[in-house]
């Protein structure tokens, strides 16, 4: 899903917001205890306000429609035709589904493995293969045009909308419109909101058809309407551009976009490597952009890094991150410049390693041989008590927020460093219990407790 403004990325499901509750921090402490001796899930907590639905109420629908009058004067004045705002802004209405979706916090983590196993199935890369011989001609031309192999941009159309069955049931104007109109982050959406308009303002879609997320990512590519507009193209050629039907005008968007995110065309995304016994851990990359350590692959191979089959590496002038998605037990990749791209996609490491394994595996490669080990995700309480810990030990700077981020990560390198454990920076239960169990780690809060900010972000 493309999402921001036009390069930047995130999943529909964790988007930034920020929300006070008061969880007493000896009720999350005695939670991870229990959750290192035991697999069993913890209590959900009760829905807080942070769920209440956009107010149906008489006074909350006279206060939309009367913002809904103001945005319809700012959309005249910033030249949509009269006919396209009395027909994509009547009847238009606030969803409260969306806010709810909008404000989710979820419950758990996604660990490396259970996350591949959802986006790259054998049945997802079977239909992958399948759909690249069908649609043979057009991926070649866009090859020939853009640059980006074909079993990329299925690899994409796959994982974006399961190759187009999958595209959001939400009428984008009303979805958009609802979050303009909620305030939190009104620019930005009022400002995506406009674009939607200026899509159908030009007949590319009828506001009746254009359906997407509750987000209002639309298409069999998932774009928001600014990146529509900048990088969508009429690869069929019949005076619109159709990336809600027309497979070859959504890959043909997919492909341009990509071009403009700096695909090589002359590379891939990366592989996955082996490393050697008792490789140093501290020089894999925990920053979301996977450029905290570049390295060329013969200083990567001076460092004992082979192929996964343990040849040698390529001898070819890349610069590559080290990435260890389940940490240093788990399989092992070295990441390119297009890995990168795709992040600007989607700023999230396991979506780019999901296209970059659905790809190679679209192309006839095997699957990850790297070891698989089966864990329970951590609750978000759980993290919690990981960051409490880390803070209260001096090793993280921000504030406790249940999401386990980069700066996360680092502090928690930092713990492991200090403890002479393998620095991957890795959060599992084996770190929660190490860090409950620290003699640093102070004694539980037992009055008095301060409220504890929770803030989803992207990966």
């Not at 920076?425 to 929660?432: C, D, E, F, P, T």
């Given at each position: 899903m493309t999402w921001g403004y036009d390069s930047q990325a995130v999943k529909e499901s964790v988007v930034p917001i920020k929300i006070i509750t008061s969880v007493p921090t000896v009720f999350a402490l005695g939670l991870a205890c229990a959750a290192c001796q035991s697999p069993s899930v913890p209590p959900t907590r009760a829905p807080g306000p942070e769920a209440a639905a956009v107010s149906t109420s008489p006074s909350a629908v006279k206060s939309f429609q009367d913002w809904l009058g103001a945005f319809r004067s700012e959309a005249s004045?910033?030249?949509?035709s009269g006919?396209?705002?009395?027909?994509?802004?009547?009847?238009v209405h606030p969803i409260p589904r969306v806010i709810e979706l909008d404000r989710r916090q979820p419950e758990f983590t996604q660990?490396?493995?259970r996350y591949l196993d959802s986006t790259v199935s054998d049945a997802r890369v079977r239909d992958g293969i399948e759909r690249a011989q069908q649609n043979q001609a057009i991926l070649a031309q866009l090859e020939k045009t853009y640059g980006v192999p074909g079993r990329y941009l299925v690899a994409f159309w796959g994982l974006e909308t399961n190759y187009g069955r999958n595209l959001g049931g939400f009428p984008v104007v009303s979805a958009l419109a609802t979050l303009a109109f909620d305030g939190r982050r009104n620019t930005f959406f009022r400002t995506e909101l406009i674009d939607a308009l200026k899509v159908i303002d030009a007949g590319h879609i009828t506001p009746d058809k254009m359906v997407g997320s509750w987000a209002g990512?639309?298409?069999?590519?998932?774009?928001?309407?600014?990146?529509?507009?900048?990088?969508?193209?009429?690869?069929?050629?019949?005076?619109?551009?159709d990336i809600w039907a027309q497979t070859a005008d959504?890959?043909?968007?997919?492909?341009?976009?990509?071009?403009?995110?700096?695909?090589?065309?002359?590379?891939?995304?990366?592989?996955?490597v082996k490393l050697p016994p008792a490789f140093d851990a501290a020089l894999a990359s925990l920053d979301g952009g996977a450029s905290e350590t570049l390295k060329?692959?013969?200083?990567?191979?001076?460092?004992?890094?082979?192929?996964?089959?343990?040849?040698?590496?390529?001898?070819?002038?890349?610069?590559?991150?080290?990435?260890?998605?389940?940490?240093?037990?788990?399989?092992?990749?070295?990441?390119?410049?297009?890995?990168?791209?795709?992040?600007?996609?989607?700023?999230?490491?396991?979506?780019?390693?999901?296209?970059?394994?659905?790809?190679?595996?679209?192309?006839?490669?095997?699957k990850i041989q790297g070891a698989r080990i089966d864990e329970e995700p951590l609750s978000r309480d759980q993290v919690l008590v990981i960051q409490t810990g880390l803070k209260r030990m001096g090793f993280l700077d921000s504030e406790p927020d249940g999401v386990l981020g980069s700066g996360t990560r680092q502090a928690l390198r930092k713990f492991q460093k200090a403890q002479q454990l393998p620095p991957d920076?890795?959060?599992?239960?084996?770190?929660?219990a190490a860090i409950v169990n620290d003699r640093a780690f102070p004694a539980p809060i037992t009055?008095?407790?301060?409220?504890?900010?929770?803030?989803?972000?992207s990966r």
């Open positions: 004045q910033k030249g949509i006919k396209t705002l009395e027909s994509a802004l009547t009847g660990t490396f493995w990512a639309m298409g069999q590519t998932q774009f928001m309407p600014s990146t529509f507009l900048r990088h969508a193209v009429d690869q069929t050629g019949d005076g619109r551009i959504a890959l043909g968007s997919g492909a341009n976009y990509l071009k403009s995110l700096g695909w090589d065309s002359a590379r891939t995304w990366g592989r996955e060329t692959l013969d200083e990567w191979a001076a460092l004992g890094i082979t192929a996964i089959d343990g040849a040698r590496l390529p001898r070819q002038p890349i610069r590559a991150a080290l990435i260890l998605p389940a940490g240093q037990k788990g399989p092992a990749f070295l990441v390119y410049d297009n890995f990168r791209a795709i992040l600007k996609w989607n700023r999230s490491t396991f979506y780019a390693l999901a296209i970059g394994h659905l790809a190679d595996r679209i192309n006839g490669q095997g920076g890795y959060a599992n239960r084996a770190m929660l009055s008095n407790p301060s409220p504890v900010a929770f803030a989803e972000s």
